[in-house]
């Protein structure tokens, strides 16, 4: 036992390490996501104009990590992640300096409203109360015993991703397109995983396991999860402004809300 659960510990501890510096490039240039919002007319076929996919199929991009986007863009482009689809897609995006053309649609789906904060496209798979527990056991702790790191180590507890080393955040992501992104790496159809860290942890799970997983993640909402509240506190305080006034004029203790607005800290 606490052999695997120093394998474990050293899975999660060296899985972050394996992300190439290349992943990394920076944040996107002013006005990017604006330019980006006219060069996704083909994208949005699948992805919407609002980044939520047309169906569980296709992946939601809203709010996703810019440096995750623009990774797999060009990942698709030079051919180091294939797909039936996006491979041909790519190419379609003209050639532009620095690859402008695709850092501006990264920025643009980047900015968008995030993807927990839609409900699941319809015909996604119902899930039960048992198999969302079990898929919040793997993606949080891992199974020790089954050489299954904590999914958390990389993708982060809420299931935000980590931007600087270009880690997708999963929360609010459709469960089949998990399952069959896990599967892919799997079979190793897909192998641009830093480290093949992604290889190693996909297959050595279920194919239960994956739906566990997938079906956790597409109703987690970071914003609701562990009491992690509201990420702008400066539309947190007007909405208890508007609610004050709309109670009689004053907030929470009697305090008036102009002066509760007052005391706000401004959020650049």
């Known amino acids: 036992m ?25 944040l996107p240039p002013a006005g990017a996501a604006a330019q980006g919002a006219a060069k996704i007319t083909v994208c949005a076929a ?12 296709h992946p939601n991009l809203a709010g996703q990590n810019y440096n995750y986007l623009l990774k797999e863009l060009e990942n698709f482009r030079s051919g180091a992640r294939t797909s039936s689809i996006m491979s041909g897609m790519a190419m379609t995006i003209p050639p532009s300096p620095a690859n402008a053309n695709l850092r501006d649609i990264a920025a643009y789906f980047s900015k968008l409203r995030p993807m927990w904060a839609y409900a699941p496209a319809p015909g996604a798979p119902a899930a039960s109360p048992d198999e969302i527990a079990l898929g919040k056991v793997i993606y ?6 089954e050489d299954i790191p904590s999914c958390a180590a990389c993708h982060g507890l809420a299931g935000e991703g980590n931007e600087p080393m270009a880690i997708p955040a999963l929360a609010g992501q459709h469960a089949p397109y998990l399952v069959a992104q896990l599967v892919r790496f799997a079979s190793g159809k897909r192998s641009n995983s830093p480290g093949h860290v992604m290889h190693t942890i996909a297959r050595a799970m279920t194919a239960a396991q994956d739906t566990a997983v997938a079906a956790y993640l597409q109703q987690l909402n970071p914003d609701t999860t562990l009491g992690i509240g509201p990420k702008d506190f400066t539309e947190y305080a007007s909405g208890l402004e508007r609610k004050s006034a709309a109670e009689g004029g004053t907030g929470p203790g009697g305090v008036r809300a102009s002066a509760h607005a007052a005391a706000a800290p401004k959020v650049h």
Request: with cysteine; glycine share 16%.
């Open 46 to 57: 699948c992805h919407g104009v609002n980044g939520i996919g047309v169906t569980p199929a």
């Open 2 to 26: 606490k052999s695997a659960l120093a394998a474990l510990l050293v899975a999660v501890l060296v899985v972050p390490s394996v992300y190439g510096k290349d992943d990394y490039h920076g």
């Open 140 to 145: 949080e702790r891992g199974i020790a015993g």
